[in-house]
């Protein structure tokens, strides 16, 4: 199913960009129990149609090369086509390129990185919706030049904020708290099913 790739006409007041890294830690047991995970992703699924969550496909496409899939790579493969936003444009990558170097130019060939996509998406938000709080959600904030820039790098560079996964999930627990989702250890209904 394509994305629906449509911009909402009232700018969610903060958007989360998320990368791969995140993602992929949000499994470690320390940052999130198995008995959290969930819920927390439960309750993420609606901010993707709400516009206050977003992935470029490219994201989805790392994710999904993953041999043993898990909670994160499920959701993001399962949900891909739930993200409002458009992939960013030719001008968003021109100038996150220009920023920063973040695929590196010896990588492999058939494999398109979603570094740059991600911050290409965050940085075209924040032009789109200037009062709305834009960030990245990434674990990527060491440089490894000179293969590549870390996506924390990019960020700064462009004005956009960056938070490491640990700072999205108590987010998140926020948010369930604040919108009455189920607890993140006690997942009870899925999205649009009453509360238990």
């Not at 609606?46 to 206050?52: C, H, Q, R, Y």
């Not at 021109?94 to 398109?112: I, K, W």
């Not at 990185?113 to 938000?125: H, K």
């Not at 560079?157 to 189920?182: K, N, Q, Y």
Request: hydrophobic fraction near 40%.
């Amino acid at each position: 199913m394509p994305r629906s790739s449509r911009w909402p006409a009232i700018a969610p007041e903060m958007i989360c960009v998320l990368d791969t890294c995140a993602l992929v830690n949000m499994k470690k047991t320390e940052l999130l129990k198995i008995e959290e995970q969930f819920g927390i992703f439960v309750a993420m699924t609606p901010m993707l149609a709400s516009g206050a969550l977003a992935f470029p496909r490219q994201v989805a496409a790392e994710m999904a090369r993953a041999q043993y899939p898990d909670t994160p790579g499920t959701w993001v493969v399962a949900y891909k086509s739930q993200v409002i936003y458009p992939d960013p444009g030719d001008d968003a990558m021109a100038e996150v390129q220009g920023a920063a170097q973040l695929t590196d130019p010896a990588g492999d060939s058939d494999f398109e990185p979603a570094d740059p996509y991600v911050v290409a998406m965050a940085w075209e938000l924040s032009q789109h919706y200037p009062k709305s709080r834009v960030n990245v959600v990434s674990d990527d904030f060491v440089d490894r030049m000179p293969r590549k820039q870390s996506v924390a790098f990019a960020c700064n560079e462009l004005g956009i904020e960056c938070w490491r996964s640990d700072t999205f999930v108590e987010h998140m627990r926020g948010v369930m708290t604040l919108h009455r989702h189920p607890t993140a250890t006690s997942p009870t209904s899925m999205p649009g099913e009453p509360d238990l």
